[in-house]
C-alpha cells in the first residue's frame, strides 16, 4: 500500500462507525483515486490531484453531517440554554 491509500484507511478506521452505508459508494471512490495518486508518485495530473482533493472533502462532509446527527447537547449546554433563555 502506497501512503495515500494508507493515510485513507487510517482516516476510515479513525471514522470508524459515523460512516454509513449510503457513504460506501464515496470511499471506494476515495480509495481508487487513492490508490491512483499512489501509482502516479511525485508527479499525479492536475486533474487527478483536484478529484482527489474534492473526494476527500465530501468524505470529511459525510463524516461531519453524521456526527452532527448523532451528538446531542450535553447537560452543560443544556443548562447554558435554559439560562439563555
Given at each position: 500500500?502506497?501512503?495515500?491509500?494508507?493515510?485513507?484507511?487510517?482516516?476510515?478506521?479513525?471514522?470508524?462507525?459515523?460512516?454509513?452505508?449510503?457513504?460506501?459508494?464515496?470511499?471506494?471512490?476515495?480509495?481508487?483515486?487513492?490508490?491512483?495518486?499512489?501509482?502516479?508518485?511525485?508527479?499525479?495530473?492536475?486533474?487527478?490531484?483536484?478529484a482527489?482533493?474534492s473526494?476527500l472533502?465530501?468524505?470529511r462532509?459525510?463524516?461531519a453531517e453524521?456526527?452532527?446527527?448523532?451528538?446531542?447537547?450535553?447537560k452543560?449546554?443544556?443548562?447554558?440554554?435554559?439560562?439563555?433563555?
Open positions: 500500500m502506497g501512503k495515500h491509500v494508507t493515510a485513507l484507511e487510517a482516516a476510515f478506521r479513525g471514522a470508524g462507525l459515523r460512516l454509513k452505508a449510503t457513504d460506501k459508494p464515496l470511499m471506494e471512490l476515495c480509495r481508487t483515486l487513492a490508490a491512483q495518486m499512489d501509482e502516479a508518485g511525485s508527479e499525479p495530473s492536475t486533474r487527478l490531484t483536484a482527489y482533493l473526494a472533502k465530501d468524505l462532509r459525510a463524516v453524521s456526527t452532527a446527527r448523532t451528538t446531542k447537547p450535553g452543560l449546554a443544556e443548562m447554558r440554554a435554559l439560562r439563555s433563555a
